[in-house]
T-cell receptor, first 114, second 112 residues
Framework: ETGVTQSPTHLIKTRGQQVTLRCSSQ?????VSWYQQALGQGPQFIFQ???????GRGNFPPRFSGLQFPNYSSELNVNALELDDSALYLC?????????????FGSGTRLTVV | GNSVTQMEGPVTLSEEAFLTINCTYT??????LFWYVQYPGEGLQLLLK?????DKGSNKGFEATYRKETTSFHLEKGSVQVSDSAVYFC???????????FGAGTRLTVKP
């Protein structure tokens, strides 16, 4: 059973640029959630994708967008990067409707905006 | 809305000391409750969970009991080890599973 894999592991971007982060879900999982974890803080929910559609969204602006593909992998896109977007971005996969099993997390992508 | 409040850290203990990290929650309905652990440079790993009132989750010597009357899910371990040094997150998942909420995290350092 493969776990959740994220790429790249580290990324440096300039303010105003766009970035795409990628996530492959754990085998057997059909739902992907994205979180932003600023330094020293808990993960903040960005959005969740199920059946290739957004299935819930946290308090993040529209410049944060996502996709889910038929193989359940997912992308997080952030446009017009701001310095405050610097954070660890975590992807988590789960099985929809089985909420009591928890999420499986990837190791994250560390994004630095300069 | 749903939220989790956990004990602020950092917490520093000597090896073999008793650990308690407090966690309380606010939620509608009957959420599932979790503790996750994050080691430096890594993602979150599920430590234990409880899905209904009075359930006790346990793993690797850690325990937490789902207390609906006090809306709490405190993490305990009878004897901590240096290898337990990490950041611990309390979390809840509502029945619809589309928004798992995390606490701010508690950093634990265990000294030999």
């Amino acid at each position: 059973e493969t776990g959740v894999t994220q790429s790249p592991t580290h990324l440096i971007k300039t303010r105003g640029q766009q970035v795409t982060l990628r996530c492959s879900s754990q085998s057997g999982h059909n739902t992907v959630s994205w979180y932003q974890q600023a330094l020293g803080q808990g993960p903040q929910f960005i959005f969740q994708y199920y059946r290739e559609e957004e299935n819930g969204r946290g308090n993040f602006p529209p410049r944060f967008s996502g996709l889910q593909f038929p193989n359940y992998s997912s992308e997080l896109n952030v446009n017009a990067l701001e310095l405050d977007d610097s954070a660890l971005y975590l992807c988590a996969s789960s099985l929809q409707g089985v909420f009591n099993y928890g999420y499986t997390f990837g190791s994250g992508t560390r994004l630095t905006v300069v | 809305g749903n939220s989790v409040t956990q004990m602020e850290g950092p917490v520093t203990l000597s090896e073999e000391a008793f650990l308690t990290i407090n966690c309380t929650y606010t939620a509608t309905g009957y959420p599932s409750l979790f503790w996750y652990v994050q080691y430096p440079g890594e993602g979150l790993q599920l430590l234990l969970k409880a899905t209904k009132a009075d359930d006790k989750g346990s793993n690797k010597g850690f325990e937490a009991t789902y207390r609906k009357e006090t809306t709490s899910f405190h993490l305990e371990k009878g004897s901590v080890q240096v290898s337990d040094s990490a950041v611990y997150f309390c979390a809840l998942s509502p029945p619809n599973n589309n928004d798992m909420r995390f606490g701010a995290g508690t950093r634990l350092t265990v000294k030999p």
